[in-house]
């Protein structure tokens, strides 16, 4: 599988920004999905956002899709999360991770993980 890693996470403020990303490795082949996940304690994993490789479709979870902006530079093998208008919720391990087929929002589905990356978001 592509290794990942993820960084940008931090300390901010509700109302602030933030902008994560996930750096592969090498780069994916043609049908791979690359996704954010975040995770609080005793919470399962849950969907955040995704893109695909070969057409840069965008898929997002509802509480987010008008704050948070998905993208990709190919070039640099590096997926990015922008995350405006951070609120207390949205704070969490974010997780990057990779799947070589179609779009799911199912963490277990997923057969690469980064490490994680912490964002706080105070009130």
């Known amino acids: 599988q592509v290794r990942l890693v993820e960084s940008g996470g931090g300390l901010v403020q509700a109302g602030e920004s933030l902008r994560l990303s996930c750096a592969a490795s090498?780069?994916?082949?043609?049908?791979?999905?690359t996704a954010w996940f975040r995770q609080t304690p005793g919470k399962e994993r849950e969907f955040v956002a995704a893109i695909t490789w070969s057409g840069g479709v965008t898929y997002y979870e509802d509480s987010v899709k008008d704050r948070f902006t998905i993208s990709r530079d190919n070039a640099k093998n590096t997926v990015y999360l922008q995350m405006n208008s951070l609120k207390p919720e949205d704070t969490a391990v974010y997780y990057c991770a990779a799947r070589g087929a179609t779009m799911t929002r199912d963490p277990s589905s997923f057969a690469s993980w980064g490490q994680g990356t912490q964002v706080t978001v105070s009130s």
């Open positions: 090498r780069r994916t082949f043609s049908g791979y999905v």
